[in-house]
């Protein structure tokens, strides 16, 4: 048995490049999954119709992390004697998706014809609030239980309520 970790000959022979890909060579499934997994999932915006307020819709963006559920479960008193606040939660989550508002099909800009938020100063004024969260989120909506209503599918718009499916791999339709 030789010693050595490469002969001479092996050393001598120039290495092949592996083969270049023909412009009409499909990626592999291993490319195809690199580049799915590489992809940033952002959810699109959603508009949700104010309850009592005709015409009126919100812009939220459903895209939110656990940590950010944790942190407004926190600020809500999850972790206090008396609990979760389910409404200051759900001000929350709405005040802090919200992105826009919409009025009879257009977006509603601020003085400086910007998009606004429960933090713009022109909601505050509007609301007669001076935080955000959840006082102007709360006279906004004009009642608890549309605050909640309106938590809920934001929470549903972000994928909280989604399912995932098993799938039997021994079925034999799925591989043809």
Known sequence: MST??????????????????????????????????SAEVDRPAVLLEVPERKGVYIRISPNISQSKM?????QAGEETKNGLDPTKFACFVVG???????????EVLDEDGLP????SSTIL??????????????????TDPHVEAAAL????????????????????????
């Not at 007669?128 to 006279?139: F, H, I, L, Q, S």
Request: aromatic share 8%; no cysteine.
């Open 153 to 176: 599918a934001v929470l549903e718009a972000a994928g909280f309520s989604d399912t995932v499916d098993t799938v039997d791999p021994t079925n034999e339709s799925l591989t043809s």
């Open 70 to 74: 944790r942190h407004w479960r926190k």
């Open 125 to 142: 004024k509007m609301t007669g609030t001076g935080r955000p969260v959840p006082d102007a989120v709360r006279n906004f909506f004009g």
């Open 96 to 106: 802090h998706t919200t992105t826009g508002f919409e009025m009879d099909g257009e």
């Open 116 to 119: 606004m938020n429960f933090a």
């Open 4 to 37: 050595e970790l490469y002969s001479e000959e092996s050393a001598d022979k120039p290495k092949k490049a592996p083969a270049a890909k023909t412009v009409d060579e499909e990626p592999t499934l291993l490319e195809r999954l690199k580049e799915v997994i």
